[in-house]
Antibody
Framework: QITLKESGPTLVKPTQTLTLTCTFS??????????VGWIRQPPGKALEWLAL???????RYSPSLKSRLTITKDTSKNQVVLTMTNMDPVDTATYYC????????????WGQGTLVTVSS | DIQMTQSPSTLSASVGDRVTITCRAS??????LAWYQQKPGKAPKLLIY???SLESGVPSRFSGSGSGTEFTLTISSLQPDDFATYYC?????????FGPGTKVDIK
C-alpha cells in the first residue's frame, strides 16, 4: 500500500525559504523508474506542478519556478525534500507530494497535502 | 513550455446526463494526457492516463479520447459522486502541466 505525507511549516514570512518534506511508504526511491513529485494549489485555484525527482537522482523543475526550487531525496529515510526560496504571499497554497513512474506516467498516488500560508 | 486549456470552465448538469470536457495542448503531446477528479479539501484522484487508459478501480462510465493536441473526458451517465472539479495534465519525462480545471456542478 503506497502512502505519502507532507510535512513542514504552516506559516512562513515573505522572503523566507520554505522546506517541505514528503515521507512515503509502500515503495522505494531506489527502485528503477520510481519518481516523486511536488504539486501545489493556491486556495480556489488550479493545480501547478513544481518538481519531480527520479530514482536515479534525475531532477525536473517547472520552468517558471526553477530558479527558486531544489528537490532532493533521502532514500534511506524514504523522504523527498522540496525547498523554495524567497517566499511571497502568492505562494500561499496547499502543497502536495505524489508518486509517479518514469514511463512516462502521471501521478497515481497523492499525499493529503499541507497548507502553507505566506504572511508577515 | 506546453500550455493546457480546458473548456468549459464550469458545467452544470443533472444526474444521468452525458458530460464531455475538452482539453487542448499548445503543442502535440502524443497521448501523454491524464485526467484527475478533485473534490473540495481532497487530493486529486487519477482517472485516466495515456489519454484513454482507465486507472484501476475507476468506474467504466469515465472514458477518455484524443491524441496530439485535443482530448476529451466523457462521463457517460453522471452520478451524484461525480460532482467535482476535473483537471487534465500533460506529462512526459521532462515536465508536467495541468489545465485550469472544469467544475461540474448540479443543474
Amino acid at each position: 500500500q503506497i502512502t505519502l505525507k507532507e510535512s513542514g511549516p504552516t506559516l512562513v514570512k515573505p522572503t523566507q525559504t520554505l522546506t517541505l518534506t514528503c515521507t512515503f511508504s509502500g515503495f522505494s526511491l531506489s527502485t528503477s523508474g520510481v519518481g516523486v513529485g511536488w504539486i501545489r494549489q493556491p486556495p480556489g485555484k488550479a493545480l501547478e506542478w513544481l518538481a519531480l525527482i527520479y530514482w536515479n537522482d534525475d531532477k525536473r523543475y517547472s520552468p517558471s519556478l526553477k530558479s527558486r526550487l531544489t528537490i532532493t531525496k533521502d532514500t534511506s529515510k524514504n523522504q523527498v525534500v522540496l525547498t523554495m526560496t524567497n517566499m511571497d504571499p502568492v505562494d500561499t497554497a496547499t502543497y502536495y507530494c505524489a508518486h509517479s513512474l518514469m514511463g512516462p506516467l502521471p501521478f497515481d498516488y497523492w499525499g493529503q497535502g499541507t497548507l502553507v500560508t505566506v504572511s508577515s | 513550455d506546453i500550455q493546457m486549456t480546458q473548456s468549459p470552465s464550469t458545467l452544470s448538469a443533472s444526474v444521468g446526463d452525458r458530460v464531455t470536457i475538452t482539453c487542448r495542448a499548445s503543442q502535440s503531446i502524443s497521448s501523454w494526457l491524464a485526467w484527475y477528479q478533485q473534490k473540495p479539501g481532497k487530493a486529486p484522484k487519477l482517472l485516466i492516463y495515456k489519454a484513454s487508459s482507465l486507472e484501476s478501480g475507476v468506474p467504466s462510465r469515465f472514458s477518455g479520447s484524443g491524441s496530439g493536441t485535443e482530448f476529451t473526458l466523457t462521463i457517460s451517465s453522471l452520478q451524484p459522486d461525480d460532482f467535482a472539479t476535473y483537471y487534465c495534465q500533460q506529462y512526459n519525462s521532462y515536465s508536467h502541466t495541468f489545465g485550469p480545471g472544469t467544475k461540474v456542478d448540479i443543474k
